[in-house]
């Protein structure tokens, strides 16, 4: 073993801590050969960057509550303001099993969310009724987040990423999202581009979003590194968003030099820290349990 590992392997357990709820027996989620994607997919390189998941996290949920259905969705629905961690690693969860798990895992895993989607509904300040599942309004969740999701990748892991990537990227999530009942589905970056210009006259900005925007920008995790981790994630996150969105929220530009050179220099650490651990690996269907730390 070398001088860094017990380093390397302390990080790793607070990352583990922080996206699994060890009170419910939850681990990682072990990277199989018979998922959704396949191992050279670009799913898979995107999705399994812990930083520019967490950035790109954050800038889709500040698009999306912009949307009145989803945000009434989230606060009629969740308990987003009691216990928004909890939410946010269910989210990080259902992005891990159904990229990187058995297929059945990640096909079984969409149902569910389908089923709680088709039972969610309810009235807007206005009157307006809404359901979950709309295969619009899921539309317009599942494009902020792949291309938040995309973004954040490109500005902070591959920035010379191909253009014919990038358009693959939207082709295999969409698997994700058609099972899931959305509609449109893009295909490609151009066709995200589109939706997502042309949802926005149906955006909009009140109270109850500045209140939830407030609980994801402020959120404190409980620890002094991490919080401070956490800090550049969230500003990372604001800047990664459109100027639009970003006056929307009447969120100030961060000081964009400094804030990316931070969140590259968070991304270098993590990258070092998961460099020759099991969640790197792909592993066969016979490997149950967690292999080591």
Not at 172 to 185: I, Y
Not at 247 to 264: D, E, F, V, Y
Request: net charge neutral; no cysteine.
């Amino acid at each position: 073993m070398s001088l860094s590992e017990p380093a390397k392997v302390a990080i790793r357990r607070r990352i583990t801590a922080l996206f699994n709820d060890a009170s419910k027996g939850e681990r990682p989620i072990l990277r199989r050969a018979d998922a959704l994607f396949a191992p050279d997919s670009v799913a898979w390189r995107v999705n399994g960057d812990i930083v520019t998941m967490m950035i790109g996290g954050v800038s889709g949920l500040l698009l999306q509550m912009l949307h009145p259905a989803v945000l009434a969705g989230v606060w009629d629905h969740s308990d987003f303001r009691s216990d928004m961690h909890g939410r946010l690693r269910r989210t990080a969860k259902f992005i891990a099993v159904t990229t990187y798990d058995h297929a059945k895992h990640g096909t079984a895993a969409i149902d569910r969310v389908r089923g709680i989607h088709d039972r969610i509904g309810g009235t807007l300040p206005d009157g307006t009724t809404y359901q979950a599942g709309d295969p619009a309004l899921l539309a317009w969740v599942h494009v902020t987040e792949a291309i938040s999701f995309l973004n954040a990748w490109i500005r902070y892991a591959e920035p010379d990423m191909s253009a014919a990537d990038q358009d693959q990227y939207f082709a295999e999530m969409a698997v994700v999202a058609e099972r899931l009942g959305t509609d449109p589905v893009p295909h490609d970056r151009a066709s995200a581009e589109a939706l997502i210009q042309s949802m926005r006259p149906a955006l909009s900005v009140d109270a109850r979003t500045r209140e939830v925007a407030r609980l994801v920008l402020n959120q404190s995790v409980g620890a002094i590194l991490t919080d401070a981790a956490s800090g550049v994630v969230m500003r990372a996150g604001v800047d990664l968003l459109p100027d639009w969105a970003r006056a929307m929220h009447g969120l100030k530009t961060p000081p964009s030099p400094i804030i990316r050179a931070a969140g590259h220099g968070l991304a270098r650490t993590l990258g070092w820290a998961y460099a020759g651990s099991p969640n790197h690996e792909v592993w066969s269907p016979e490997v149950t349990v967690w292999p080591r730390d």
